[in-house]
């Protein structure tokens, strides 16, 4: 039975992963960490992983970009592997998520569902072969309840994208800004907030006279609450280092 911190417990995927254990007989909750502080369930909640006295095998975090570094730091002093799906984190941070997988087993993904990272491998194949002679743009569609745009997901696509291009693109989040035609070089990224939308991610390869969409749609947020509770149970006994999806499944 691994016993799991879970940082952001009290947020959407929070309640929805602590929902999930319950009905597993392979892990257990044992502590919260939430800024909120408010105990929701039958484990302690504190509001910082400082606080944090109680005995883990591996946290489980999606939760905020500020939580990061206290939350890496307390990974890294009590040995304990961590699950990072937080989403919004600078350059910066992640550096600092690569850095501090030296010292602990680190899992570290934009989107913890299993088709995601299948359309990763599809939108890598697409551009291969694509691009230079289609334009590539990216539309994610969430929840109004989300904080950061585009989406995790959405930059996860564009910088897989990038790696099989023949050139460096550049990224256009705006087309409001500036009157000009579109650059050949270029990979758009849209957000769509509206109401209780999971999670919608469409890589359209635009050439002439014809257009091949790729896209992922996400009907619940057990997808990632699952997936996330399955990439802790992988990291427990594992190396120091840092694993993705593409080491899961
Ligand atoms: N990688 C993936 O597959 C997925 C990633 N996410 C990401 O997970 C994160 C959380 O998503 P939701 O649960 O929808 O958000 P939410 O806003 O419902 O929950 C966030 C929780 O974190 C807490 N929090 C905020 N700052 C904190 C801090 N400094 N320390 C500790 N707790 C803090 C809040 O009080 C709140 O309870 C977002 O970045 C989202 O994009 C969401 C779904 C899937
Ligand atoms: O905030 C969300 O809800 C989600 N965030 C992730 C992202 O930013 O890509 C993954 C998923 O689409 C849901």
Known sequence: MKRIVLSGCNGKMGRMIASCV????????VAGIDVSGEVLDAFPVFTSPAGCQVEADVIIDFSHPSA?????DYAAATRTPAVIATTGLSSDQVALIRETSARVPLFFTANMSLGV????????????????QFDIEII?????????????TALMLADAISGVLPEEPQYV???HAV???RGKNEIGL???????????????FAGRDEVLTLSH???SKEVFATGSINAALFLCGKENGLYSMGDLV
């Open 22 to 29: 319950k009905g597993r007989d392979d892990c257990t909750v």
């Open 173 to 175: 989040y705006d087309r």
């Open 179 to 181: 009157r000009r035609k």
């Open 217 to 219: 749609s996400a009907m």
């Open 68 to 72: 990061l570094a206290p939350l890496l």
């Open 190 to 204: 849209h957000a769509v907030r509206g109401g209780t939308i999971v999670g919608e991610h469409e890589v359209i």
């Open 117 to 132: 990272n299948l359309l990763v491998e599809l939108a890598k194949k697409a551009a291969a072969v694509l691009g230079g």
């Open 140 to 152: 994610e569609k969430h929840h109004n309840q989300k904080i950061d745009a585009p989406s995790g």
